[in-house]
Structures are given as structure tokens and as C-alpha cells.
DNA sequence: TACCAGGTCCTCG
DNA sequence: CGAGGACATGGT
């Protein structure tokens, strides 16, 4: 794992250089990053952020560091009750607890922990696999797709929607926007092997603008 | 004090 | 299907 990871994006917020969640850059280079998963914390955000504001979010991604239970095995092995707390700042901290449980459980058994292995998966298969865990729906897990595994899947969110209403499109399925906006795109990126990035950037954009014109 | 925040699941008609 | 409700904390 190379120390870009350090700089990962959560569905569009680029963690602050040489900070994660409050730990100085410099220790986890001297220390290494011992129980934590840099991409199974992304997908650890996705399912936390649901509903959520993300400054409720990253004091709970810091609890699960600190308690040393990033990842997959470590968080399952944490008793039930010291997960809910320890992602109650989230809100929904019973179902978001049993969520990454789940989720958690579902790594383990079909991918031994391994979610490197889930990213060897084809898009459409990887995708409708998550679909199937109990807690991920379509923006959790394109969120997952897109951000932790580099897969070129457009997210769709409220933000996206608010975007879109205000533009005059309008549809009634997560899909059709999500299709929209990938058509769309598709044919502005040259190569196809940058379709990720500019998907993973569009997002951003519309997240910034999303929380920018909140307080407006 | 009320209202809102980057969803998902369950239930009922 | 599709509308309606439950889930829960922290910020403004």
C-alpha cells in the first residue's frame, strides 16, 4: 500500500494532507499502518455516511482506528455493543453497527477479508454482489465501487438530484440519473481508463457545490 | 426549539 | 410497485 492512500477520497472529501482523522501522517509512516485497511475504510464511510452529515462521520471512522478495527476481521471481532458505540456519532448507530457487522462478515466469507480480491471482480458481478448485503443499496454501493475500488460507476446522491432539479432534469430511477450522467461523460473522456478519475472528480464537484449552496 | 443531514429497509394497500 | 414510516446523533 503505497502513502497515497493516506490522501484517499471519501465519496468526494479528500482527507487533509498528512492528517488522518486527527493522526499525524509522520507516525503512520513510522509505524505502518497496523489493523487498518485504507480501501475498507472507504467502503467503512459509505455505508456510515448514509443519511448522515460527514462531520458526524469522521469522529466514528476515528473511534474504529483507534480501537485498532479497520479491518474486516478486526471490526467483526468487535463485540456488538462496543460497535455501536463506537459509530454512534453516525446516528442509526444499531443498524449502521449491524451494517458493518454484516458487511464486514460477507468480506470475510466470500473474499477471505480480502476486498482487493472483490476489486479483481467485473463491475456489473461486483455490483450486483454488494447489492445482495443487507445495508448496501445502489448509493452505497456505487460509492464503494467508484472510491474504494477505482471502478468507473457514476454515484448518485441527494446532492446530484438537488443538482439536477435545479437544471431542469428530472427522472424517477437512481439508474436513470446514474446513466445520464455516465453517457454523458463517457464521451468527453478520450480513454476510457480515465473515466474513473473524472467520475470520481464529477462527484466531488457536485458535493462541494451541494454543500456550498446549503448555507446560501 | 425545531429542522436538517451525501440512505436503506420494512410494511401495507 | 409506491407511498409512508422507522432509524438517531450532532450542528445551526
Known amino acids: 500500500m503505497t502513502h497515497?492512500?493516506?490522501?484517499?477520497t471519501h465519496r468526494g472529501l479528500r482527507i487533509e494532507n498528512g492528517l488522518t482523522y486527527g493522526i499525524p501522517y509522520s507516525h503512520l509512516k513510522k509505524h505502518g499502518m497496523p489493523f487498518r485497511d485504507p480501501h475498507f475504510e472507504i467502503a467503512v464511510g459509505a455505508i456510515l455516511t448514509q443519511n448522515t452529515a460527514w462531520r458526524n462521520v469522521a469522529p466514528a471512522i476515528q473511534n474504529l482506528y483507534l480501537a485498532k478495527a479497520l479491518t474486516p476481521t478486526r471490526l467483526w471481532q468487535l463485540h456488538h455493543r462496543t460497535l455501536q458505540s463506537l459509530v454512534r456519532p453516525t446516528g442509526y448507530y444499531r443498524q449502521k453497527a449491524k451494517k458493518l457487522r454484516g458487511f464486514s462478515r460477507w468480506l470475510i466469507d466470500q473474499y477471505q477479508g480480502n476486498i482487493q480480491k472483490l476489486k479483481a471482480i467485473p463491475l456489473p458481478a461486483a455490483r450486483s454482489q454488494l447489492l445482495r448485503v443487507w445495508g448496501v443499496g445502489k448509493e452505497t454501493?456505487?460509492?464503494?465501487?467508484?472510491?474504494?475500488?477505482?471502478?468507473?460507476?457514476f454515484v448518485v446522491d441527494a446532492y446530484t438530484r438537488r443538482?439536477?432539479?435545479?437544471?431542469?432534469?428530472?427522472?424517477?430511477?437512481?439508474?436513470?440519473?446514474?446513466?445520464?450522467?455516465?453517457?454523458?461523460?463517457?464521451?468527453?473522456?478520450?480513454?476510457?481508463?480515465?473515466?474513473?478519475?473524472?467520475?470520481?472528480?464529477?462527484?466531488?464537484?457536485?458535493?462541494?457545490?451541494?454543500?456550498?449552496?446549503?448555507?446560501?
Open 4 to 8: 497515497d492512500s493516506c490522501n484517499a
Open 141 to 153: 454501493a456505487d460509492s464503494i465501487l467508484l472510491y474504494a475500488l477505482d471502478k468507473p460507476i
Open 163 to 216: 443538482f439536477c432539479s435545479g437544471q431542469g432534469v428530472e427522472f424517477n430511477e437512481y439508474d436513470e440519473y446514474r446513466l445520464y450522467f455516465e453517457n454523458n461523460l463517457r464521451r468527453l473522456a478520450k480513454q476510457p481508463e480515465r473515466l474513473t478519475r473524472i467520475y470520481q472528480e464529477y462527484h466531488a464537484l457536485l458535493v462541494a457545490w451541494g454543500k456550498g449552496s446549503r448555507s446560501k
